[in-house]
C-alpha cells in the first residue's frame, strides 16, 4: 500500500492535524493485507515536523514495523524529523530513497 504524505498537505506541523491525519487514515490501514509493505511517500512535502511526524508515522511504525517503508525522505526537514523521533521513541524507520 502506498501512501501518499502531500495528500495531507505539503506543510504538516502540528501534532494536532497529524494526529487527525492518523484518525483519517485508519479505515485505509485496516484494509492493509497482513503482508503488505507501506510505503510512505514524502515527495512534494516542504515542511516536516517532528511532532506532526510522532502522531501519524510512530503508530504506522510501532503497528506494522519493518513493513512501513519510507521514501523520498532526502529533505532537510523530513529527514530532520526522522531523526529526531528515532531517538525519541528508540525506534527505527525503513528508509529506502
Known amino acids: 500500500m502506498n501512501i501518499d504524505i502531500k495528500k495531507f ?3 504538516l506541523i502540528s501534532r494536532q ?3 487527525e491525519a492518523f484518525a483519517a ?3 485505509i490501514l485496516k ?4 503482508t503488505e509493505d507501506l510505503i510512505i511517500d514524502f515527495n512534494g512535502v516542504i ?3 517532528p511532532s506532526w511526524g510522532d502522531e501519524f508515522l510512530t503508530p ?3 503497528i506494522y514495523g519493518d513493513r512501513s ?5 532526502k ?3 523530513v529527514r530532520a524529523a526522522i531523526e529526531i523521533l528515532e531517538k525519541a521513541n528508540n525506534i527505527k524507520f525503513n528508509i529506502i530513497d
Open 9 to 11: 498537505g505539503t506543510t
Open 17 to 19: 492535524s497529524g494526529k
Open 25 to 27: 487514515f485508519q479505515p
Open 31 to 34: 484494509d492493509a493485507l497482513e
Open 47 to 49: 515542511t516536516f515536523s
Open 60 to 62: 504506522i511504525v510501532r
Open 69 to 73: 517503508k519510507f521514501k523520498n525522505t
Open 75 to 77: 529533505n532537510p526537514s
